[in-house]
């Protein structure tokens, strides 16, 4: 219990020194700065809306959806997206949770869809004769889904030949 | 036994009447202790005031759905790791001197020692949920009351067929509350830990078996 304590409170004085060499280096460099502030006041504006500074609106928080059957891709090469929950799966140095279904040792009895041949090739393009490690993370690439309202909007179609 | 009895009451005779209700309240008393002092064992608070248990397996319990989750509803050690029988909690109560032993050895008193023996004592916990058919998983969940309509379609069809091969929960509810050991699931280098058939262990198919179901369907 100590000893988190102990490091929160160098953190807190790593930050306070770092605040206050920033703090010098603003002297130093306010001449400048002011004259470019008198030159152009430039208004930023994020596309969501909220203030820059501002963090991102909150949502009401996400929930994922029922299980679904596979859903439909929308670009040609989209990483196939997860169409059931993921909370609780975990991805560790000892197991991948991932695997444990969509493995191909695994996918006929848990009826999953198997890992693309593709994720057997390494970063310098040799086939190995199990999955690449570099595809260890699953959800790097493929992500679940819920129906949260989109923040912004958009006109994106999906690809002629994805349709 | 018989004859010890004989002589036993014919003792309780001699010594009348008040010595034998003192010695009934003294052995109401005895069991009463006896049992108090079992179940103050048998609490979570007790379970993690070691740190072996604390610091290791009880940290990465605390995020599982056994531990937090909507309704508050838990299950805390001993309901998952102390049979709720009195016979087999008796067993397991007199097995676990060995982990008082070792906790005075210190076998496992840091997580990198908790972690080289992580394998071991996870299969030792499989094997116990396997011999008894799950049997501490099923004094909650019941799967005579599975409304399969309600599970989503994975677990819906996973149950279903799992259930009808015989399988138990642990053949495939392995660590979900705790963080499991290194598993080969061949990818990368191979790993030193499970392997595929220890993880999934392969159902016993009777091959008379599927036939009969072909035929139930055609």
Not at chain 1, 5 to 26: D, K, V, Y
Not at chain 1, 137 to 155: E, M, R, Y
Not at chain 2, 78 to 94: F, G, S
Not at chain 2, 100 to 118: C, Q, S, Y
Request: some cysteine; aromatic content about 8%; hydrophobic content about 35%.
């Amino acid at each position: 219990m100590n000893k988190p304590t102990f490091n929160s409170a160098r953190l807190r004085a790593t930050a306070l020194a770092m605040t206050l060499s920033m703090a010098l280096a603003q002297t130093f460099l306010a001449p400048a700065t002011a004259v470019a502030a008198t030159e152009a006041p430039v208004k930023l504006q994020s596309l969501r809306g909220a203030d820059i500074q501002a963090s991102d609106p909150e949502g009401d928080g996400t929930r994922y959806g029922r299980d679904q059957p596979p859903l439909p891709r929308d670009f040609v090469q989209q990483p196939p997206l997860i169409p059931h929950t993921i909370k609780g799966y975990n991805i560790t140095k000892n197991f991948n949770k991932c695997l444990d279904c969509h493995a191909w040792a695994r996918a006929k009895e848990t009826g999953a869809t198997k890992i693309s041949v593709t994720h057997f090739k390494t970063r310098e393009g040799e086939e190995l004769s199990s999955v690449s490690p570099r595809r260890y993370f699953c959800n790097q690439c493929h992500v679940p889904q819920s129906d949260a309202k989109p923040l912004v909007g958009n006109t994106f179609k999906p690809g002629t030949g994805m349709r | 036994m018989n004859t010890n009895n004989k002589g036993f009451l014919g003792r309780l005779r001699a010594l009348g009447w008040g010595f034998a209700a003192m010695l009934f309240i003294a052995g109401i008393l005895f069991w009463g202790a006896f049992n108090t002092a079992m179940e103050w064992t048998n609490r979570e608070a007790f379970c993690i005031s070691c740190h072996e248990m604390k610091d290791n397996v009880y940290q990465e319990y605390r995020t599982t759905v056994h531990a937090s989750n909507r309704s508050g509803v838990r299950a805390t050690c001993p309901d998952c790791h102390v049979p709720k029988e009195w016979v087999p909690k008796i067993i397991r109560k007199i097995q676990a001197s060995n982990e008082v032993l070792h906790k005075i050895l210190g076998t496992i008193d840091t997580p990198e020692k908790f972690n080289a023996k992580r394998l071991e004592l996870a299969k030792h916990e499989w094997e116990r949920m396997k011999k008894t058919d799950s049997r501490e998983c099923r004094n909650c969940h019941n799967f005579d009351s599975f409304d399969y309509a309600e599970q989503g379609r994975r677990s819906s069809k996973m149950h279903q067929t799992g259930l009808n091969e015989g399988k138990t929960c642990i053949d495939c509810h392995k660590g979900i509350a705790h963080q499991l050991p290194e598993v080969e699931q061949a990818i990368g280098a191979p790993k030193e830990g499970a392997t595929p058939e220890e993880f999934h262990p392969p159902t016993p198919k009777p091959e008379e078996a599927k036939p009969e179901a072909d035929k139930a369907k055609g």
